[in-house]
């Protein structure tokens, strides 16, 4: 049998791309190639532009069964606002935004989608300059982000030894509320709706990515889109790291719909993904400055020099990855 | 009967955008909005940022049956070149490449398509600059592409009375070629196959863009995605034009695979699609420069107050819009 795509996953393409780069490099005025956040290119003065760019499939990424045409239009910029916001001191600016559409699509629906996607574009301040609607059997949202960075863009792997490893929001929810509506459930109790919405309408966290980078030196930083385990592996790249379990933020709503099993709570925590919150490093001495600055940050653990360990009242537990995978 | 998508299209898409760009434009260092080639922004000096997307689907824009993975991942790049070059003195320089992949796909023909993109790229010193891989039901691509504009930016719309339209190329091709290889026949003749080739391996006009724009007084231009005629209503926005339609370039192979029955070829050279020529126009002082410059274009008529009239032997001779739509 031939091998298929199910064996290779986005990283490989990385990989594939980034060899093709090396020579292509400097004659354009790259700041951070491909592989991070977001990609960046030189502009005038000390600024960087910084293009992000993101794929939604109906029935891969979302459902119309379950989601409302406001909540996918504003989903699919949110995704794409997020990866912006983790360069740190950043503003989104143009987004192109593609749409595969099948025929027997209602106005109706296309009209809301749109709305949605003009309304969360007003909200950050956001361009619409450049669109392509075709055809397909399923609809296809690809966005295609360019921002500017005022700043030198955090990086994902830049962390030093030492560095206290900070999250925002809690971790974990947008997974259960996965479940919940894979399950299908007619009635549906408040903290179930509660998970159901982290699912259905993430939020980009640009302001306080915008106010903690403005303030505070960010060693560096990721929005979590794949699961806080995948963040942790990526900002430890060639580094290590000792995570307390118990500091990772829970919502109640998760609690309540894993019955306080803490087993599972990890689990939903670690490889849930698309939660789009911050995870970011800091070093040690601007702990205080940082908690005074903003309320909704946590301190989950330190980066080491050798491999990530996950600690439990002082004791290790392991852990396989098994986040999100595409194919 | 809800109203579906079939009858809105592309460009109402593009105008429902529009409104909402107004207000954004002043903060934006908009240079040219979306609805022309590319989308424009300010850099540094004199140079502006010029921005194009476009989103391919299996069975909708390829068929896997028809083309290699070479043929379609050469193709994805080249229209989106092609986007470039009619914008004039322009480098394409950043692409974002995102895939739609079905699980089954073999890891060979991904390969094939990834080294297909690579290699296109490698040809116009394209920086690979960004990447997302999701699972889907047909193989999706949808590429961003960002060059810079050493000039003026050539706006589809900006031709002025007198002017005299010249297009590159010969026009019609592609769609014979589709045709051809949507009867399926398994001995083709030659001409035959100089047609699917067209329709499979365009090839966008980045060095004669460049050179004539850096030469002559381009007034306006566009490349020829959605056919001649389309084309030309895009360069007479609010205008007319006189084209002489026995001035239009038809290949051997087209007269060949009609007959040589005119007005079957009128009509594929009008509104066939996926020529990827250039349409342009210039003062008709620099007329002979702009033939002396190069020999592969070709003047098929003038811009005029009010409306397009085709023209045989200086009878007028009627068509409808019966183009390339999406939906």
């Given at each position: 049998?031939?091998?298929?795509?199910?064996?290779?996953?986005?990283?490989?393409?990385?990989?594939?791309?980034?060899?093709?780069?090396?020579?292509?490099?400097?004659?354009?005025?790259?700041?951070?190639?491909?592989?991070?956040?977001?990609?960046?290119?030189?502009?005038?003065?000390?600024?960087?532009?910084?293009?992000?760019?993101?794929?939604?499939?109906?029935?891969?990424?979302?459902k119309k069964e379950w989601s409302t045409p406001e909540q996918i239009g504003k989903k699919s910029i949110e995704v794409n606002v997020s990866d912006i916001a983790s360069m740190g001191n950043a503003k989104p600016l143009y987004a192109f935004v593609s749409l595969g559409i099948p025929k027997d699509?209602?106005?109706?629906?296309?009209?809301?989608?749109f709305s949605s996607i003009k309304n969360t574009c007003i909200k950050y301040g956001i361009h619409l300059s450049g669109g392509d609607t075709v055809g397909a059997k399923d609809i296809t949202i690809s966005i295609t982000l360019i921002g500017i960075c005022y700043d030198k863009p955090i990086s994902r792997d830049t962390a030093k030894y030492g560095d206290l490893i900070f999250v925002t929001g809690t971790f974990g929810d947008s997974l259960a509320g996965f479940e919940i509506l894979s399950a299908g459930k007619k009635i549906l109790k408040s903290f179930e709706k509660n998970l159901i919405k982290k699912h259905l309408e993430p939020q980009a966290k640009l302001e306080i990515a915008n106010l903690i980078s403005k303030n505070i030196k960010i060693t560096s930083m990721t929005d979590c889109s794949d699961g806080l385990f995948k963040s942790i592996e990526l900002l430890t790249k060639n580094k290590g790291a000792n995570i307390d379990l118990k500091s990772i933020p829970l919502s109640r709503s998760l609690i309540?719909?894993?019955?306080?099993?803490?087993?599972?709570?990890?689990?939903?925590?670690?490889?849930?993904g698309e939660e789009f919150e911050l995870v970011f490093t800091i070093n040690k001495k601007d702990k205080d400055r940082l908690e005074k600055l903003v309320s909704c940050v946590k301190c989950i653990g330190t980066i080491t020099k050798n491999k990530v360990i996950f600690l439990e009242n002082g004791k290790e537990k392991k852990f396989q990855y098994k986040g999100y995978k595409h194919f």
């Open positions: 049998m031939a091998k298929t795509i199910s064996n290779l996953g986005e990283f490989g393409l990385i990989d594939f791309i980034k060899k093709h780069n090396t020579k292509a490099l400097k004659y354009h005025n790259v700041y951070l190639d491909i592989g991070d956040d977001c990609f960046c290119f030189n502009s005038y003065n000390n600024s960087k532009y910084v293009v992000t760019t993101d794929i939604l499939i109906e029935n891969v990424h979302f699509t209602s106005i109706n629906f296309i009209k809301k989608l309540k719909y894993k019955n306080n099993n803490i087993n599972n709570l990890y689990h939903y925590a670690l490889f849930g």
